[in-house]
């Protein structure tokens, strides 16, 4: 794609250079008539084009220029690039380059418009300078011989009455001699008029021929800056479309990197808590139970309790009974829940032997494990220990109130009322009638019942 622009470009710096040399060619071969240019001042025709031919060479000699640069890097790129080596490549390559220095041979001079080094051009190659340097000076050449020429005939023109009038003045013997000059007919004044006015036309022609040349050459000056122009925008349009993607994909690697890190912060932080936990369980932690807390806790915790014990601050018998005291009162103070065996108030009634445990019995719940010889659970506490003797007094405090209750209840004298287990009061039915919806068991009449659904299912 850049050779093919490169080559576009060529071609029409090669158009351009094509008109400039037609223009060259149209200011070398001007003709002027006498009386077409003025004869002070330098306001014709062949200055206007050396003008515009000049700046079209500057023209072309800076665009050679960016051309030339572009073209050194398309043709180091095809020559250090490993991919691209094809046949076509290389052949639009080589065009390139053949066409740039013919283009260069043409255009290698650069000089301004000056006399002075007309001797320059005569040891150099024959250029677009040197074309143009030598149609300069044909046409001024042109030029001035026009002028010469029209001062001549001025010159003439102004001697002429005055040759009258000197021969008037004297008479000489051999006016009549001489020949006289032939008055103008009225076809030569026409002959004169119609040269005249087609050079004046041909002038006309000239100028706007030069104007024309100059608008169509303003005109692709104007054409290739238009399409320099677009191709710039296009340009510029990727240039911008590349910095949006650009900054969209740094804007997501400076996330993905804050997410990276956070990553790898919290994994080396989770890390370093395990390691430190790790040597700490495994190192620290089984030493310190011996070395400190073992040796901290019976030299110095041990002496301390025992002081505080010594001097009655914690524990001692003092302190025993007072809490043996206020469980007993606390026990004491606690309403007893009595159950009772059934609403007629009947005691249960046991048969003789239910109380003892066969021989292959084997105690469970409470007198399982924990059982004594007797079936009764045992204290887990070892004997003579401050739980031991707290359990002992309370029982022998509840020993002591229950006998008190009983003497206090038959002191009274009056037979308590029956109660449920929850405390509710049984009284006496009497007349009431029974709950019809209450379901009973009736002996003689369920039992048949339920020997004929045996006997169904059977």
Not at 398 to 415: C, V
């Amino acid at each position: 794609m850049k050779n093919q622009s490169v080559l576009d470009a060529l071609s029409q710096l090669s158009d351009s250079i094509k008109l400039t040399f037609q223009l060259i060619s149209r200011l070398s071969k001007l003709s002027f008539q006498p009386g077409s240019t003025p004869l002070q001042g330098d306001g014709d025709v062949r200055i206007e084009l050396s003008h515009d031919i000049r700046d079209a060479l500057k023209h072309h000699d800076d665009t050679l220029d960016s051309l030339r640069q572009e073209i050194e890097d398309v043709v180091e790129f095809g020559t250090h690039s490993q991919r691209r080596r094809d046949s076509l490549k290389d052949r639009e390559r080589a065009r390139i380059a053949a066409q740039l220095a013919r283009l260069n041979e043409d255009l290698k001079q650069y000089v301004h418009n000056d006399p002075s080094l007309h001797d320059y051009f005569t040891d150099k190659p024959y250029s677009a300078r040197s074309q143009f340097r030598a149609a300069q000076l044909s046409s001024k050449r042109a030029s001035e011989a026009a002028k010469q020429k029209e001062r001549e005939i001025l010159f003439a023109s102004l001697q002429q009455p005055t040759e009258t009038d000197s021969t008037s003045s004297t008479p000489d013997p051999l006016a009549a001699r001489r020949p006289q000059p032939k008055q103008l007919t009225q076809d030569e004044l026409l002959i004169n008029a119609s040269t005249d006015v087609t050079s004046a036309l041909r002038r006309t022609h000239n100028l706007l021929t030069s104007e024309l040349s100059r608008s169509r050459f303003a005109q692709e000056t104007l054409d290739q800056s238009t399409a320099a122009l677009a191709d710039l925008g296009e340009r510029y349009t990727d240039l911008d479309s590349l910095l949006s993607n650009s900054k969209n994909l740094l804007g997501t690697l400076v996330r993905s990197q804050k997410s990276d890190t956070w990553y790898l912060e919290t994994a080396f932080y989770i890390l370093v808590t395990t390691i430190c936990w790790l040597v700490f369980r495994r190192l620290i932690y089984g030493p310190a139970w011996w070395f400190l807390w073992l040796p901290f806790k019976f030299l110095l915790l041990k002496p301390f309790y025992l002081l505080l014990a010594v001097f009655g601050i914690t524990g001692g018998s003092s302190a025993a009974v007072t809490a043996v005291s206020s469980l007993s009162s606390t026990i004491s103070t606690q309403p007893t829940i009595r159950l009772q065996p059934s609403a007629s108030g009947d005691r249960p009634t046991f048969r003789r032997g239910m109380d003892q445990r066969p021989a292959n019995a084997v105690p469970v719940g409470g007198g399982g494990a924990k059982a004594g010889k007797d079936g009764q659970p045992q204290d887990p506490s070892p004997a003579g220990s401050m739980s031991q003797s707290l359990g002992q007094m309370a029982e022998a405090s509840r020993e002591q109130t229950q006998p008190q209750g009983e003497e206090s209840n038959e002191a009274k004298g009056h037979k308590e009322p029956q109660r449920r287990g929850d405390g509710t009061i049984l009284q006496e039915r009497g007349d009431i009638p029974r709950n019809p919806k209450k379901k009973m068991w009736e002996e003689d009449v369920e039992a048949p019942k339920h020997q004929m659904r045996k006997r169904d299912e059977l």
